[in-house]
């Protein structure tokens, strides 16, 4: 049974995790090398919580019983638990490598899990030591509004720890999905044409981005696609893209955007940045 987590890595995603463990009960850990990383990632994390206080939605005891289950810490040492959950950049050598070191400081019985949303399970699991106790656990952003999480599953993760991922997530008060792992999972490869057509149609001048934003909010999406690509980071939405189609064997319907492409290449990530289809 999963009692405590480490996330490694307080970006906006692994924060953004960490504060979900930590509201569910779980012994939290977030870890981070970087101190002012992790120390954003604390203040993310007290201002979403005060947020939550404000807006009623927790009163200020579940708010201070969450913050008492959390550690922030810059020591690899430290990051022992039941579950680690990977948030870090998306590069199979640090994420494997990563893996790697902390097996050797935990139990066997410790599950792993990458967050990734671009990197094939598998290629990660081939090169770890206890392949059988390592998933995918792939949240969305925001982690602590975003109600899906797909498990993915490889030719070696052993059936009991999907099932402890499942009541993982449900703990968490999430909707999980398992998924075999495969380009984009679900929602990634289902969504490429949410992506990828808008920018065909605003490449050829069919319509503005904010045309395209506009209308398909009004047609019921949260977000228009634009938006989204700004919020998610355009260099990782524009790295699943490629995946996706190098995987399945380049179809133009999935090409890359040339748009995209441009943006990435520049250094206009979206939020993170200040600047990507739109200005922060």
Not at 4 to 23: E, N
Not at 147 to 169: F, G, M, N, R
Not at 241 to 259: F, H, M, T, Y
Request: charged share 25%.
């Amino acid at each position: 049974m999963v009692n405590s987590i480490v996330v490694c890595g307080a970006g906006t995603m692994g924060s953004g995790i960490a504060q979900v463990a930590a509201q569910a009960g779980f012994r939290t850990i977030l870890y981070d090398l970087n101190d002012e990383i992790l120390k954003k990632g604390e203040t993310s994390i007290q201002n979403n919580l005060i947020h939550l206080v404000t807006k009623g939605k927790i009163d200020e005891t579940a708010k201070n019983e969450s913050l008492q289950r959390l550690r922030f810490s810059n020591k690899v040492e430290d990051c022992k638990a039941d579950l680690v959950i990977e948030a870090i950049v998306e590069n199979k050598e640090a994420k494997t490598g990563l893996f790697n070191q902390l097996a050797e400081i935990n139990l066997p019985e410790t599950i792993f899990v990458t967050n990734t949303s671009s990197l094939p399970v598998t290629a990660i699991a081939e090169a770890v030591y206890r392949p059988e106790r390592l998933a995918g656990l792939h949240f969305f952003n925001p982690a602590p509004v975003m109600k899906l999480v797909e498990i993915i599953y490889t030719p070696y993760t052993d059936k009991k720890v999907l099932q402890s991922l499942k009541e993982v997530a449900e703990r968490m008060g999430k909707t999980p999905v398992t998924c075999k792992d495969s380009p984009g999972f679900i929602v990634n490869r289902v969504a490429r044409h949410y992506y990828l057509e808008t920018m065909f149609m605003v490449e050829r001048s069919l319509i503005s981005m904010e045309e395209a934003d506009k209308t398909l909010e009004s047609a019921g999406f949260k977000m228009g696609p634009f938006k989204l690509m700004d919020l998610i980071g355009l260099d990782i939405n524009y790295a699943v893209s490629e995946i996706v189609w190098n995987a399945l064997g380049q179809p133009e319907r999935l090409k890359p955007s040339a748009l995209q492409q441009e943006k990435v290449t520049t250094g206009r990530l979206g939020r993170k940045t200040g600047n990507g289809f739109y200005q922060y």
